[in-house]
């Protein structure tokens, strides 16, 4: 088995987080000649060219130191992610390997021929709950440590930036001061600007402190996370197969109070059954009285209709019959009337005649 280990491909990943271009900053380190730094010291009383020229040599000599430093933690984080890769520990050789396995698999009839048996299945049960259990550690050991190296750039990458930021203010502090000293005028420096270069000048003291023991502090974080992460992991595992055990256990005991309170239903519903019945012959009583009473109040009612439509066909006869009586003498008055209009243009027609006559009567009588 420990010649069939499946190993993680960690390396890879480890080169292209830590690969520093160190090797270009130390070439050109090597062609840039040494600053003296006592070089300057001899002449104090010269002009702002050789103080210019003094500030130049501090610069580039703080920034070899930087240089230098910052190439020493990339060696020790390289030294310490190469020598604190966990190996895991080879499981214990058994009976069948990984080799046997694939011969397995390409030849089926060799699995026919062998014989299953309950504690192959354990140890092959167990060697796969170890591997992926390795696996997994491994996987979850370069992930984190793969965030963690991204995040330690990251905050490099900003320390640098405020770093230059802060040198670029003191640079141009220095220089207005300087050019108010070649003015022979006096200088007042503010608390604020005094406490700011003290700060300036403490900080990369702070951060040259011991970068061996961050990086074992880092690497020591690592393995305690991923610990705790895979015991986290076994504890859900283990709550979730004690669950199940429970509700094994627990769901014959649900079956059992199920069937005692199936029972108790089924009681209740026979008793209610029974009562149901009983209102049901009740009701049942009582619609056939109401049946009979209809049936005596529709012949009651088909009597009392009857006589009532007697009386009114009686009516209805009389008034035809009134009816008739008034049209027939309606007709006789308008005879009569027709009579009396005709006699009138008769008499209005012979008016005028007698008239007539009557002047000529009394006409011959005035001539006599």
């Not at 001061?177 to 600007?193: E, P």
Request: a positive charge; charged letters at 35%.
């Amino acid at each position: 088995m420990a010649s069939t280990m499946i190993s993680v491909p960690t390396t890879a990943s480890r080169f292209a987080l830590l690969r520093v271009d160190s090797d270009s900053d130390a070439e050109s380190d090597a062609g840039k000649p040494k600053v003296n730094q006592g070089a300057g010291k001899s002449t104090t009383g010269k002009a702002s060219n050789t103080k210019s020229n003094q500030n130049n040599d501090k610069k580039k000599e703080k920034r070899r130191r930087k240089k230098e430093q910052q190439q020493s933690e990339a060696n020790e984080l390289r030294n310490l992610a190469f020598k604190k890769i966990p190996q895991k520990s080879a499981p214990a050789p058994s009976a069948v390997t990984l080799q046997d396995l694939a011969n397995d698999l390409v030849n089926p009839s060799r699995i026919q021929a062998a014989p299953k048996t309950p504690e192959n299945w354990l140890e092959w049960k167990q060697r796969d709950e170890q591997l992926t259990s390795e696996l997994y550690e491994a996987d979850l050991e370069k992930a984190l440590m793969l965030s963690k190296l991204e995040f330690e750039q990251h905050k490099k990458d900003c320390e640098k930036a405020d770093a230059s930021s802060q040198k670029t203010k003191t640079a141009a502090k220095k220089e207005r001061k300087k050019n108010q000293q070649g003015k022979d005028k006096r200088v007042t420096v503010s608390l604020k600007d005094f406490q700011q270069d003290d700060q300036s000048s403490k900080k990369p003291e702070r951060e040259a402190v011991n970068p061996a023991l961050r990086g074992d502090r880092f690497f020591n974080q690592l393995e305690d996370d991923v610990s705790k992460i895979v015991q986290r992991d076994k504890r859900r595992e283990q709550y979730s197969s004690s669950a199940g055990h429970e509700a094994s256990t627990s769901s014959e005991q649900e079956q059992d109070v199920r069937t005692e309170q199936l029972k108790y239903d089924l009681e209740k519903k026979d008793q209610e059954i029974a009562k149901l019945k009983k209102t049901v012959s009740q009701w049942e009583e009582k619609y056939k009285e109401v049946k009979a009473r209809n049936a005596q109040l529709l012949k009651m009612l088909q009597q009392g209709e009857m006589k009532d439509k007697a009386e009114i066909l009686r009516q209805v006869e009389e008034l035809l019959n009134i009816k008739e009586e008034l049209s027939s003498q309606v007709t006789q008055l308008h005879t009569a009337l027709e009579q009396e209009r005709s006699k009138v243009k008769g008499l209005q027609s012979e008016q005028p005649k007698h008239q007539g006559n009557r002047k000529g009567k009394k006409a011959s009588e005035g001539d006599v």
